[in-house]
């Protein structure tokens, strides 16, 4: 994405001022959506200024982007709610979650991409309550995105979250492990089928997460073949993921012996 956004940024703001009508409100909406890929840049690089710039530019142009204003509002709200999970910063978090779900007050299903922003949202939230040891909440707020994606089904391209019943079942196993109820995640974790299409990359991460949970229970063999799938899943990520490098660093330290597989991956990520 690096190298095409520039230019690409440049056509959508000349279409953006000439246009007139719905094309313009199209120009942009697609604006915003270019400047949440250059947040997908500054994340996976590393560049906290830039994806913070991207999603503050995100904001400005989805406010013009007509009748998907609201959802790309709540939208650019989620993103930001993930950046502070990062942060482990859950009181701001909470206050973003509430601010993406107010940009969707007086919208219905048939607003653009309401739906899935809202269950996106939900799933959030869901994190959040997980964090702080709220495992009440986390099912409230599953069951909500459960609803959601009852409505919407698989929706793969919307915002790219790729919302819907199977992304859901992903956010079950992520609070799960992080109420540190690890067996249970990976019983449901294991059986996770993904729809044709799904980023590579949350496909990736799931299985950061399964090698994160059977790392805790001190099963090294199967953290380690999660770490594999990952990486023949996405690469790129993996390897530079703080995620995997945390796991791989775990099993370092805890094995007794050290394998050459979980060596060789060592070397792989820089460790």
């Given at each position: 994405m690096?190298?095409?956004?520039p230019?690409?940024?440049?056509?959508?703001h000349a279409a953006a001022?000439a246009?007139?009508?719905?094309?313009r409100a199209?120009?942009?909406?697609?604006?915003?959506?270019a400047?949440?890929?250059a947040?997908t840049?500054?994340?996976a690089a590393g560049?906290?200024?830039?994806w913070?710039?991207?999603?503050?530019?995100?904001d400005?142009?989805?406010?013009?982007s007509g009748?998907r204003?609201?959802a790309?509002?709540?939208?650019?709200?989620?993103?930001?709610?993930?950046?502070?999970?990062?942060?482990?910063d859950?009181?701001?978090?909470?206050n973003?979650?509430?601010?993406g779900r107010a940009?969707?007050?007086g919208t219905d299903?048939?607003?653009?991409?309401a739906l899935?922003?809202l269950g996106?949202?939900?799933?959030?939230?869901?994190?959040?309550?997980a964090?702080?040891?709220?495992?009440?909440a986390?099912r409230?707020h599953?069951?909500?995105?459960?609803?959601?994606?009852?409505l919407t089904g698989?929706d793969?391209?919307t915002f790219?979250f790729?919302?819907?019943?199977?992304?859901v079942?992903?956010?079950?196993?992520?609070?799960?492990?992080?109420l540190?109820d690890?067996?249970?995640a990976i019983?449901?974790?294991?059986?996770?089928?993904?729809p044709?299409?799904?980023?590579?990359?949350?496909?990736?991460?799931?299985h950061?997460?399964?090698?994160?949970?059977?790392?805790?229970?001190?099963?090294p063999?199967?953290?380690?073949?999660?770490?594999?799938?990952a990486r023949?899943?996405a690469p790129?990520?993996?390897?530079?993921h703080?995620l995997?490098?945390?796991?791989?660093?775990?099993?370092l330290?805890?094995?007794?012996h050290?394998?050459e597989a979980?060596?060789r991956?060592?070397?792989?990520t820089?460790?």
């Amino acid at each position: 994405m690096a190298p095409v956004l520039p230019g690409l940024y440049a056509e959508l703001h000349a279409a953006a001022n000439a246009w007139t009508g719905t094309d313009r409100a199209d120009a942009w909406r697609l604006l915003a959506e270019a400047y949440r890929c250059a947040h997908t840049v500054g994340i996976a690089a590393g560049y906290p200024d830039l994806w913070l710039t991207a999603l503050n530019r995100m904001d400005w142009a989805a406010s013009q982007s007509g009748d998907r204003a609201p959802a790309l509002r709540a939208a650019r709200e989620y993103l930001r709610v993930t950046a502070y999970l990062r942060r482990h910063d859950y009181e701001t978090g909470w206050n973003l979650n509430n601010a993406g779900r107010a940009h969707l007050e007086g919208t219905d299903p048939q607003t653009p991409g309401a739906l899935v922003a809202l269950g996106q949202l939900s799933l959030g939230a869901a994190v959040l309550a997980a964090r702080t040891g709220d495992a009440s909440a986390v099912r409230e707020h599953l069951d909500e995105a459960d609803h959601y994606a009852d409505l919407t089904g698989e929706d793969l391209e919307t915002f790219w979250f790729g919302f819907g019943p199977t992304n859901v079942t992903v956010h079950r196993v992520i609070t799960m492990i992080e109420l540190g109820d690890y067996s249970h995640a990976i019983h449901l974790g294991e059986f996770v089928q993904f729809p044709r299409g799904w980023l590579p990359t949350r496909i990736g991460h799931h299985h950061f997460d399964l090698a994160r949970a059977y790392q805790r229970l001190n099963v090294p063999e199967q953290a380690l073949r999660h770490l594999q799938i990952a990486r023949r899943a996405a690469p790129g990520q993996a390897r530079r993921h703080p995620l995997v490098r945390g796991v791989v660093m775990d099993l370092l330290h805890t094995s007794r012996h050290t394998s050459e597989a979980l060596t060789r991956y060592a070397a792989w990520t820089g460790i």
